[in-house]
């Protein structure tokens, strides 16, 4: 029965990956930029939630519609600012901009909240359960789950049936031909990046609300995040919640034989998914000349 | 009437600065008899520096190879030079070994991260970075979190034995700069440039792609290797979080970035900015970093050729020339 539990812990747990990976996976599959502030900016949605919370004396989850515009707000100015720019510069400097941005929010972080651990106020919803049989399933992780499921499908949904999801598409697809066909591409990137920050700032929340936060934790949760776009395979959303969920029960059934090797065996599943599949489980042969390096070349 | 055109790769500065650079180095060499000990620790931590960002230089600016990972091998030159020590051989002796150890491991990771490219590439540095940290941590005959102190040291004095550490660094610094140097110079250098403006144009024009990625990453993981050991050397203790610290990462992206990528010049003097306002910030503590990180941002979208990038353009400078010059022929 441990087992079982174990698995459906994880299932949830998975669901947070999810939900902060899928806005990596969404601005590197139609900007073809990797986020290395993507982390950092989750654990700002958690400080901004904090701020937030205690100012006005709610629980957290009241300050969502606050939160989330700002957080969409961030994303446009950062893509304007900074992403758009790099993205122009060739390939290296979107790596080495993210990367710079991400050291200045740990250390601004550090120096506006120092560096003690917090918490979020998650209301009467951080303490509440329900019996699953004989599980006993925490409101708070099976409403991070839900969330997260509710968020990939609202997006796959955009993608695949909104006149924006069609231009985001034709975007990622050809970005010359968008651009021939009319499409302001602009406008499209600051949309996404805008969505993939107010999503990670939503999985920012759920993290703080769950568990605690620092200034530095923006760097494992970017590595987490980015383990599930792979194993789930680059490009894919359903990809990422099922790479998220193969993290969340590999993390929770090791750590239910030893605590130790918990976060070891998630990097050990990733290197062995990058082995053996290393476009993914999930993936089409496309997202995989994507990353793809020097396959053929080698 | 013909032009007579020569191509040279040696101008008169580069001769000239060749010449004084030999003179540096003889004169780095004998600071612990003229200066003795007080000038030695400033001297190793900006050597150690240049060792660090000429060795990333090697990745990123040639090679393309944005790692953000190097720790990984920084934390094993640490710990194989504490292995060495502790069967007994001297740690001044277990530097070699120490930095070979770390690009023989470096060479079945090279075959799994070198899979993946740009920003997959960095993170996946960076996933390795944590799956050494942790088992070091892991591990009871290193120490687990607490780590060890470095043995074999306890016959030397203090002045030899900070001397000889700072002779090992400037070794070291040695030997990254001028086989970054010789290495670029010969056709893994045009090779390598090629692999890191486009992999797929390269390829297609006869570069063995695969194989300069794979000699780069090893390279580097045995300089970094080295200077683990320096480190383990320095602090006479190793420990997982700080030998494994993504800080190094940052100091050496920043001190690239600033001098000047696919330049060797520019991460030397990337290496002097970086010494000089640690020397002078480091007591602002976090802001410190924060001015790093924003110049680094700031001078890939504003200065992406960095301080010598800009320099060698407008002075028409080039002390240690990679690629040829076009003149007429006297």
């Known amino acids: ?298 | 009437m013909t032009a007579q055109v020569a191509v040279s790769r040696w101008s008169r500065t580069a001769s000239g600065f060749t010449g004084v650079s030999l003179l540096v180095v003889a004169f780095l060499a004998a600071v612990p008899y003229v200066f003795g000990g007080p000038a030695e620790q400033p001297l190793i931590t900006l050597l150690t520096f240049i060792a660090l960002a000429s060795m990333w230089n090697l990745l990123a600016g040639f090679s393309g190879l944005t790692s953000f990972g190097q720790q990984a091998y920084l934390g094993l030159g640490a710990y194989a030079l504490y292995l060495i020590a502790e069967h007994g051989i001297n740690p001044f002796a277990g530097i070699i070994p120490a930095a070979i150890a770390a690009a023989v491991i470096s060479l079945p990771v090279a075959g799994l991260v070198l899979r993946l490219s740009g920003g997959y590439f960095a993170v996946a540095t960076l996933v390795v970075a944590a799956v050494f940290q942790i088992a070091a941590t892991l591990s009871p005959s290193v120490g687990g979190t607490t780590g060890v102190s470095l043995p074999g040291l306890a016959g030397y004095s203090d002045v030899l034995r900070e001397a000889l550490i700072y002779w090992a660094t400037l070794a070291v610094a040695v030997v990254s700069v001028a086989g970054v140097y010789l290495l670029v110079r010969r056709t893994f250098g045009l090779d390598a440039r090629a692999v890191s403006s486009d992999q797929v144009a390269a390829a297609s024009a006869g570069v063995r792609v695969g194989r300069i990625r794979l000699l780069a990453y090893v390279v580097a993981a045995g300089l970094a290797g080295a200077v683990g050991a320096l480190i383990a050397l320095q602090t006479l203790y190793v420990e997982p979080t700080s030998v494994f610290s993504i800080q190094y990462s940052v100091d050496m992206l920043f001190m690239v970035l600033i001098g000047g990528v696919g330049t060797i010049e520019g991460p030397i003097l990337g290496a002097l900015v970086l010494f000089g306002l640690q020397e002078t910030l480091s007591a602002y503590g976090a802001w410190y970093l924060v001015i790093v990180g924003g110049l680094a941002v700031g001078v890939t979208l504003i200065a992406s050729r960095g301080i010598w990038g800009y320099a060698s353009e407008r002075l028409g400078w080039s002390f240690l020339p990679i690629g040829y010059q076009v003149g007429r022929e006297s």
């Open chain 1, 1 to 298: 029965m441990t087992w079982v539990n174990s698995v459906v812990q994880g299932m949830l747990l998975g669901g947070q990956y999810a939900l902060i990976a899928c806005g990596l996976s969404l601005a590197f599959g139609v900007m073809r930029i990797v986020n290395l502030a993507h982390g950092d900016l989750a654990v700002c949605g958690a400080y901004l939630g904090l701020v937030l919370s205690s100012a006005l004396g709610v629980p957290v989850w009241v300050t969502l519609p606050l939160l989330l515009p700002a957080a969409f707000a961030v994303g446009v100015a950062l893509q304007w600012l900074l992403f758009g720019r790099a993205l122009r510069r060739g390939v290296l400097a979107p790596v080495l901009v993210t990367f710079g941005l991400s050291v200045m929010i740990e250390n601004l972080l550090q120096v506006g909240a120092t560096s003690d651990p917090r918490g979020l106020n998650g209301g009467s919803l951080a303490l509440a359960s329900f019996h699953l049989g004989s599980l006993v399933v925490s409101w708070l992780f099976m409403t991070a789950f839900l969330t997260a499921c509710a968020v990939l499908t609202c997006l796959q949904l955009a993608l695949s049936r909104t006149s924006w999801g069609r231009k985001v598409r034709a975007t990622a697809d050809d970005l010359d031909t968008a651009r021939l066909v009319g499409i302001k591409v602009q406008p499209v990137f600051a949309s996404v990046a805008g969505v993939a920050v107010a999503t990670a700032a939503l999985a920012g929340v759920f993290i703080g609300t769950i568990g605690t936060f620092d200034p530095l934790a923006g760097t494992n949760t970017l590595i987490f995040a980015f383990e599930a776009v792979v194993i789930g395979g680059i490009g894919s959303l359903w990809g990422t919640l099922a790479g998220g969920l193969a993290l969340g029960v590999t993390q929770v059934v090791v750590g239910q034989i030893n605590q130790d090797y918990a976060v070891l065996a998630v990097h050990l599943l990733f290197l062995a998914v990058l082995t053996v599949r290393p476009g993914g489980l999930f993936t089409s042969s496309h997202a995989i000349r994507e990353i793809g390096a020097q396959g053929a070349a080698g």
